[in-house]
T-cell receptor, first 111, second 113 residues
Framework: SQQGEEDPQALSIQEGENATMNCSYK?????LQWYRQNSGRGLVHLILIRSNEREKHSGRLRVTLDTSKKSSSLLITASRAADTASYFC???????????FGGGTRVLVKP | DGGITQSPKYLFRKEGQNVTLSCEQN?????MYWYRQDPGQGLRLIYYSQIVNDFQKGDIAEGYSVSREKKESFPLTVTSAQKNPTAFYLC????????????FGPGTRLTVL
């Protein structure tokens, strides 16, 4: 089963614009993580936010978490063509032994 | 360099044949995972192992088998019982007790002819 559902499924923006994607989940979590995947490659971890945190920053990335709404958002500021990839949210449940991934948002940044 | 390797990168199989995908890590991680990814979709968990000689089924274990005889290795066998095995397979690892990131291999693309 997929806990996370991401929105939108695809996003096309111009270089320099911001990209925002959302993730909703269904059950309680220990933390929520965002990963990036370039076409045909493995996933790379971007950022983690714990259930008791509301916002986190890392470089051009900003993640928010609203546990009351069971949702998270990832914002990429000042996007670059190299940000073109698929982005996945993943939730770690209270047992802490496995991640559940969403369906992903495919981002295209046009130069 | 520390990391996770998967081989082969591309694999072709005839219907009715079993095939084994390799996953090796030199990160000294205790836990290892196998995921399946279909085109345009997210990752689904097949099997995972948190310690040598022990493993648990994930969400879609039917038609797959694994072993964990060494800490560094977690091979996945796709059996003939798997009805639709064509997919991209990803292996990952993480230290047990760490609630942090999983480290992924580059993946194996399996095509059944």
């Amino acid at each position: 089963s997929q806990q996370g559902e991401e929105d939108p499924q695809a996003l096309s923006i111009q270089e320099g614009e911001n990209a925002t994607m959302n993730c909703s989940y269904k059950t309680s979590i220990n933390n929520l993580q965002w990963y990036r995947q370039n076409s045909g490659r493995g996933l790379v971890h971007l950022i983690l936010i714990r259930s008791n945190e509301r916002e986190k920053h890392s470089g051009r990335l900003r993640v928010t978490l609203d546990t009351s709404k069971k949702s998270s958002s990832l914002l990429i500021t000042a996007s670059r063509a190299a940000d073109t990839a698929s982005y996945f949210c993943a939730t770690l449940g209270p047992a802490g032994n496995k991640l559940t991934f969403g369906g992903g948002t495919r981002v295209l940044v046009k130069p | 360099d520390g990391g996770i390797t998967q081989s082969p990168k591309y694999l072709f199989r005839k219907e009715g044949q079993n095939v084994t995908l390799s996953c090796e890590q030199n990160l000294n991680h205790d836990a290892m995972y196998w995921y399946r990814q279909d085109p345009g979709q997210g990752l689904r968990l097949i099997y995972y192992s948190q310690i040598v000689n022990d493993f648990q089924k994930g969400d879609i274990a039917e038609g797959y088998s694994v072993s964990r005889e060494k800490k560094e290795s977690f091979p996945l066998t796709v059996t003939s019982a798997q009805k639709n095995p064509t997919a991209f397979y990803l292996c990952a690892s993480t230290p047990v007790g760490s609630y942090n990131e999983q480290f992924f291999g580059p993946g194996t693309r399996l095509t059944v002819l």
